[in-house]
């Protein structure tokens, strides 16, 4: 069963563009969660997609934004870009409704400058 | 969501059992706990849950006291790749697949 998969793998982006990062999750699983880590914040939650609608949301301004297709696939897009937005940016799959149990891919190096 | 605190960071030889405790005195009744691993520049990865008592798989075994306060992953004869950090959560029960990572506890693994 293929992993779940995140690219591109590195992005060097200039401040005040916007990016666009890209999930593929395990198959039959209909939750995509994103998160961000930096040295300093750790990892942060982001948002979380389940059949194509938002269910949760993390304290990030309205810059980062998502979506999800109907094949569970998702996009997460960061606009105006800034200097602090440079981060691993990691997205993670789940086959349950809960239970903290996430399988998560490589992640997207995303360096802005 | 339960806070939880672990140590920074521990230090152990190849071969050695290591055990990292986190306090989590305000967990509630349904929540459950889980330990995740993350090498450097890759995804955190599930290494194992429970509710209470002990609960064991090939890569570690978790033992929660019967108050469930606290918990502690043990991971038998670690070698230098187990180098890595490892995140406790608690909680799990509510609608969502939200988790919330703490800073986490940095193994070094020596030789």
């Known amino acids: 069963k293929a992993g779940v998969t995140q690219t591109p793998r590195y992005l060097i982006k200039t401040r005040g563009q916007q990016v666009t990062l890209s999930c593929s999750p395990i198959?039959?699983?209909?939750?995509v969660s994103w998160y961000q880590q930096t040295p300093g914040q750790g990892l942060q939650f982001l948002f979380e997609?389940?059949?194509?609608?938002?269910?949760n949301k993390g304290n990030f301004p309205g810059r980062f934004s998502g979506r999800q297709f109907s094949n569970s696939r998702s996009e997460m897009n960061v606009s105006t870009l800034e200097l602090g937005d440079s981060a691993l940016y990691l997205c993670?799959?789940?086959?349950?409704?809960?239970?903290?149990?996430?399988?998560f891919g490589q992640g997207t190096r995303l360096t802005v400058v | 969501l339960a806070k939880t605190t672990q140590p920074i960071s521990m230090d152990s030889y190849e071969g050695q059992e290591v055990n990292i405790t986190c306090s989590h005195n305000?967990?509630?009744?349904?929540?459950?706990i889980t330990w995740y691993q993350q090498f450097p520049s890759q995804g955190p990865r599930f290494i194992i849950q429970?509710?209470?008592t002990k609960v064991t798989n090939e890569v570690a075994s978790l033992f929660i006291p019967a108050d469930r306060k606290s918990s502690t992953l043990s991971l038998p004869r670690v070698s230098l790749s187990d180098t890595a950090v490892y995140y406790c959560?608690?909680?799990?029960?509510?609608?969502?697949?939200?988790?919330?990572f703490g800073a986490g506890t940095i193994l070094r693994v020596k030789s």
């Open positions: 993670a799959s789940s086959g349950r409704d809960r239970g903290f149990e996430a399988f």
């Open positions: 198959s039959g699983h209909r939750s």
């Open positions: 997609y389940f059949s194509e609608t938002q269910r």
């Open positions: 305000n967990i509630a009744t349904n929540d459950y």
């Open positions: 429970g509710y209470k």
């Open positions: 959560l608690v909680g799990g029960m509510e609608y969502g697949n939200k988790l919330v």
